[in-house]
């Protein structure tokens, strides 16, 4: 049996409904059990500080003043954030958790969806069965299971910027392309990097309606909480104190791998800026290489990893970016044909899945020092780095099917 047929009986096994319903079922409930129990819950605290500071606010107190009891811990995000989370005000912490896991799971379900389901079409296999198989693995994935055991709005940004994407695909609304990045820049900074995607890629009406919601929505913001937003943009923003140490090991950024080498000194700026540069670069020939081979996927996918590289603060649970490039990485494989490059590119493409569920660079949480640290450490900043240099453009004819078949993808 040839690796294609290897592959092809997984996802058909077991062959009948029932026996599908009852292996799904089966596995759902050990990754709930699983997500339930495991160590590393982080028992929605950034939800916390979300629901204490706007319920802060709203009592008179000011927005950035807050912290947690105990910690050190504020809201970090612009002032349209915490209008966006204002209704908080109205729920219990009961309602807020189940309201978070409720979007959270959506957002998921809906991300998987629009990546990888033309993925599942194109070979053939039962469409609701490989998704449901591919949504366990997907909730295992520590980036995953972080944003949602911290109550985080990761998902819920990336969901908004890929349906931005798919309004590209073509018809007539891809007159609305620029809505949900504007959206989600002005909630949280890092989605404005595809804003650029959206420039180098020849689409100045979406990247000019995202720079117009994004600023309008920060006016808004700016007329409802005039001093918060001050303080914001004047002094919360600079303040990195606020969001913890940049050397701590869930800063997976190349800002955390350059702070992790100088601890206990302060990192270098001019290393750090001289690798974004670089980075930029590298990001830059890359998506136009996709976009010149009508892989806008993998030109979507490569926008993603680089948001996480470039931030200065990329925590593990932002890592959901990456979640795209893993998705091409996995199409690019399977498209290959029978031969050395299919087995490595299968090779990755489950490894670096593995490998992101794996939690393992805390086990350098107290000492990154050395080799293992530095390697074992830095171990997401490295799979970021591979997916950015080596992530597949599929550009053979051979290779790509019909944008009509890929709605994640906008024609040129």
Not at 323 to 338: F, G, I, N, S
């Amino acid at each position: 049996m040839t690796q294609l047929e290897t592959t092809e009986s997984a996802w058909q096994w077991p062959v009948t409904t029932r026996g599908r319903l009852l292996l799904v079922a089966g596995l759902a409930a050990a990754v709930l059990l699983f997500l339930a129990t495991v160590p590393l819950h982080r028992d929605w605290f950034d939800l916390g500080v979300y629901y204490g500071a706007v319920h802060h606010w709203t009592d008179g107190g000011a927005l950035y003043d807050y912290l947690v009891p105990g910690t050190h811990y504020g809201f970090t995000y612009p002032p349209f954030a915490a209008v966006c989370m204002l209704p908080m005000t109205l729920t219990g912490w009961q309602s807020a958790v189940a309201l978070s896991v409720l979007f959270n799971t959506a957002a998921a379900a809906v991300i998987l969806h629009w990546t990888a389901d033309p993925l599942v079409r194109r070979e053939g296999w039962t469409p609701w069965y490989a998704l449901a198989l591919a949504g366990c693995a997907f909730a295992l994935l520590e980036p995953v299971r972080d944003t949602v055991s911290f109550g985080q709005v990761n998902l819920l940004l990336l969901a908004l910027v890929l349906a931005d994407a798919r309004l590209l695909a073509g018809g007539r609304a891809a007159r609305y392309a620029g809505i949900g990045t504007g959206l989600a820049a002005a909630i949280k900074l890092t989605p404005a990097v595809f804003i650029l995607h959206l420039l180098l890629t020849g689409r100045p009406r979406a990247a000019a309606t995202a720079t117009a919601v994004a600023l309008g929505a920060t006016g808004i913001a700016a007329w409802a909480a005039p001093d918060a937003s001050r303080v914001y943009w004047s002094e919360a923003l600079w303040d990195t104190d606020r969001v913890g140490a940049l050397a701590y090991v869930s800063n997976q950024s190349w800002q955390g791998l350059v702070a992790r080498l100088s601890d206990p000194a302060e990192p270098s700026r001019t290393v750090w800026a001289l690798g974004v540069v670089a980075l930029l670069a590298v990001w830059a020939v890359r998506v136009r290489k996709a976009h010149a081979a009508r892989d806008h996927a993998a030109a979507f996918a490569l926008t993603g990893v680089l948001a996480c590289l470039i931030s200065p603060v990329t925590w593990v649970h932002h890592l959901v970016w990456l979640a795209p490039a893993l998705v091409v990485l996995a199409d690019a494989a399977l498209r290959a044909p029978e031969g050395p490059d299919r087995r490595r590119l299968l090779t990755w493409s489950v490894t670096l899945p593995v490998v992101l569920s794996s939690s393992v660079v805390w086990l350098w949480s107290r000492d990154s020092s050395g080799l293992d640290g530095f390697l074992g450490g830095n171990a997401y900043v490295w799979i970021a780095l591979g997916l950015l240099f080596a992530l597949p453009l599929r550009t053979s004819p051979a290779a790509r099917v019909p944008d009509s078949d890929r709605p994640l993808l906008p024609r040129s």
